[in-house]
T-cell receptor, first 111, second 112 residues
């Protein structure tokens, strides 16, 4: 069973700071998705990465997929309070319906 | 979360009571899912339905039943609620294997 480890588990920073969160796997990802979950809401998709070495940018968010497809990172530049939320990495489905979820990084951006 | 609607948003039950969580999607997707989210445990799959007329157990199915009423609707039933079922429940949907999954806004259930 693939395990997804996310770090750090908690992160509290001041507005304007930069940060990076990580998602690591015990095995190769078929594909990887990053979601953000705001308090009281369901997770919302930010990005999907499928190719080793891939880099995707979404405004101030930069997503990297490791060359070996066993790790990924999310870098946020000049964080804003609106970035506050739980960031989840999700791997799979592949050939079955079972998605594997990391436990998330809970980010708080203080004004 | 547009397109996936869950009801109720909040519910308090007494131990032993039954209830049904409703989920409807207007995205014309084949697959629907029920997850629970607990602190420190992440999201865990309860049941899923690959297509209308089929349902399968996920990681934590005990104490739950599901019904895929039609392509749009997938309900989750607790026949005899237990405090261990206190959780946040999410319905989700996607076109099928490997496709982006879309979540509802969640249902907060407390069993006392």
């Amino acid at each position: 069973t693939q395990l997804l480890e996310q770090s750090p588990q908690f992160l509290s920073i001041q507005e304007g700071e930069n940060l990076t969160v990580y998602c690591n796997s015990s095995s190769v990802f078929s594909s990887l998705q990053w979601y953000r979950q705001e308090p009281g809401e369901g997770p919302v998709l930010l990005v999907t990465v499928v190719t080793g070495g891939e880099v995707k940018k979404l405004k101030r968010l930069t997503f990297q997929f490791g060359d070996a497809r066993k790790d990924s990172s999310l870098h946020i530049t000049a964080a804003q309070p609106g970035d506050t939320g739980l960031y989840l990495c999700v791997s799979g489905g592949g050939s079955n319906y079972k998605l594997t979820f990391g436990k998330g990084t809970l980010l708080t951006v203080n004004p | 979360n547009a397109g996936v609607t869950q009801t109720p948003k909040f519910q308090v039950l007494k131990t032993g009571q039954s209830m049904t969580l409703q989920c409807a999607q207007d995205m014309n997707h084949n697959s629907m899912y029920w997850y629970r989210q607990d602190p420190g445990m992440g999201l865990r799959l309860i049941y899923y339905s690959a297509s209308e007329g089929t349902t399968d157990k996920g990681e934590v199915p005990n104490g739950y039943n599901v019904s895929r009423l039609n392509k749009r609707e997938f309900s989750l039933r607790l026949e005899s609620a237990a405090p261990s079922q206190t959780s946040v429940y999410f319905c989700a949907t996607n076109r099928g294997i490997g496709n982006t999954i879309y979540f509802g806004e969640g249902s907060w259930l407390t069993v006392v």
